[in-house]
């Protein structure tokens, strides 16, 4: 879905991120920061963030803006998915969240994996990589990049961990409430061909 207005916010953003790392000058830093809380401003109008949140994300991301990354394990075991139920919002998703620094995307899903339904893991392969924006996701004040990576367990057992209460398998027809931020049900309709049609190729955008 497209967003016009976030796209425009998003853009702001960016660039005056940019201008406020590499300036040099005090009053184009100032005039950056003015464009910074406008985008800012723009994104709370339209969502239900507040702007002191936003500007909080803002400021706390210095230096060349690029996209962010989210990671997500697909667990397949007798035709049904492995989903996790986020305490955050009490609706379920793939188990999965940021990117952390130093660690390669399969390590990453592991991880989340084990922290989020305590099962440990081995990546078999690549899915797909989506472009957020385009995949009908609600509107986010940053741009993410969605890696989905097939997994396959070889230990641990169902455990909730901080961030999840609950851990469970399902079939492609009997899905429980998504959480949408996170996964859509299309997306998850979608990787279900990855099961049944192994020589799939990796989707991307």
């Not at 989905?148 to 961990?161: T, V």
């Not at 049900?185 to 049609?197: A, G």
Request: charged residues 30%.
């Amino acid at each position: 879905m497209e967003h016009k207005w976030l796209n425009w916010a998003k853009r702001i953003q960016a660039l005056s991120q940019s201008g406020i790392a590499f300036s040099k000058d005090p009053y184009d830093i100032e005039r950056y920061e003015e464009l910074r809380d406008i985008s800012a401003e723009i994104i709370a109008e339209h969502t239900e963030l507040e702007i002191h949140k936003i500007r909080e994300l803002f400021t706390n991301d210095t230096g060349y803006q690029t996209p962010k990354v989210d990671v997500r394990g697909v667990v397949f075991k007798d035709d049904q998915v492995l989903l996790v139920k986020e305490r955050s919002e009490n609706r379920w998703s793939l188990p999965g969240g940021f990117c952390d620094i130093g660690l390669s995307p399969a390590e990453n899903v592991v991880k989340e994996i084990k922290e989020e339904a305590g099962y440990d893991v081995i990546p078999l392969r690549l899915l797909a990589v989506l472009d957020k924006e385009k995949h009908n996701h609600p509107p986010s004040p940053y741009h993410y990049y969605m890696i989905f990576i097939q997994c396959e367990i070889i230990g641990g057992a169902s455990n909730a961990g901080l961030e999840t209460s609950n851990v469970g398998f399902f079939l492609e027809d009997r899905l429980p409430g998504l959480s949408i931020r996170r996964n859509t049900k299309t997306q998850i309709h979608t990787l279900f061909e990855f099961l049944r049609n192994p020589e799939k190729a990796p989707l991307f955008d």
